[in-house]
C-alpha cells in the first residue's frame, strides 16, 4: 500500500499552525479555519464571524468594515485560489485583535507566474499616502478594466485597502517549482 503524501496540504497546515500559534501568544484568536471553501462553508463562516465580532462589543463603524473585508478576503480565495495538481484548493482564514485592531490573515495556493502581478498590484495600492487618491484610482480602475477570466476587475485588494485604512500586507513563498503560498494580512484600527 502506498502513502499519498500532498506537499501542498502539509505545507498549508504548517503555516496554519504557525499563524495560530504567534496570535495566541500576542492577541486574541477570533476565528480559525482551515479547509476548502466553496459557497455554503462561506455562508457559514460569515455567520459565525457576525456573531463573534458583534460579541466583542467593537465600535459599530470597525464591525461594518471587519464584516465587509472578511467576506471580500473569503470571496477573494474562493475565486482567485488555485488548485494543486491533485484538484485540491488549499485556504485558511484567521480573524483576531488585539488592543489596537483587528486582524484578518488569508491564505491560499497561488501559481508561481502570478505572483510578480499580484506582488505589483499590492505594491501600487500600498503607494497611495492619501485615501483620496486610492479612491480616485479604485474610480479609474472600475472604468478602465475588463472582467479577467474568473470574473473579477482587480477591484478586491482596492477595495480592502479602502475600507481598512491601512496598507495590506503580502507574503509569498514558493512551495515548489508551480506554487506558492500568498498570504494577506489585513488590519482594521480599533480608534
Known amino acids: 500500500m502506498s502513502l499519498t503524501i500532498n506537499k501542498e496540504s502539509e505545507f498549508f497546515d504548517l503555516h496554519f499552525t504557525k499563524q495560530v500559534k504567534n496570535i495566541t501568544q500576542s492577541g486574541n484568536l477570533i476565528l480559525a479555519y482551515d479547509g476548502v471553501l466553496n459557497n455554503e462553508t462561506i455562508s457559514k463562516l460569515e455567520t459565525e464571524i457576525e456573531s463573534n465580532i458583534l460579541d466583542k462589543n467593537f465600535p459599530k463603524q470597525v464591525v461594518k468594515k471587519v464584516f465587509f473585508i472578511c467576506v471580500e478576503s473569503l470571496q477573494n480565495q ?15 482564514f484567521l480573524l483576531a485583535h488585539s488592543d489596537k485592531s483587528v486582524n484578518i490573515i488569508s491564505a491560499n495556493l497561488i501559481s508561481n507566474s502570478s505572483v510578480e502581478k499580484v506582488k505589483g498590484q499590492i505594491e501600487k495600492i500600498n503607494s497611495f499616502e492619501d485615501p483620496a487618491a486610492l479612491k480616485a484610482y479604485y474610480l479609474e480602475h472600475l472604468e478602465n478594466n475588463e472582467l479577467s477570466d474568473k470574473g473579477g476587475a482587480g477591484l478586491g485588494f482596492i477595495t480592502i485597502a479602502m475600507k481598512s485604512g491601512n496598507k495590506i500586507t503580502p507574503q509569498f513563498e514558493t512551495i515548489n517549482d508551480k506554487y506558492s503560498l500568498f498570504l ?8
Open 184 to 191: 494577506l494580512e489585513i488590519k482594521i484600527n480599533l480608534e
Open 78 to 92: 474562493l475565486i482567485h485560489g488555485h488548485k494543486d495538481d491533485k484538484g485540491s484548493q488549499h485556504n485558511f
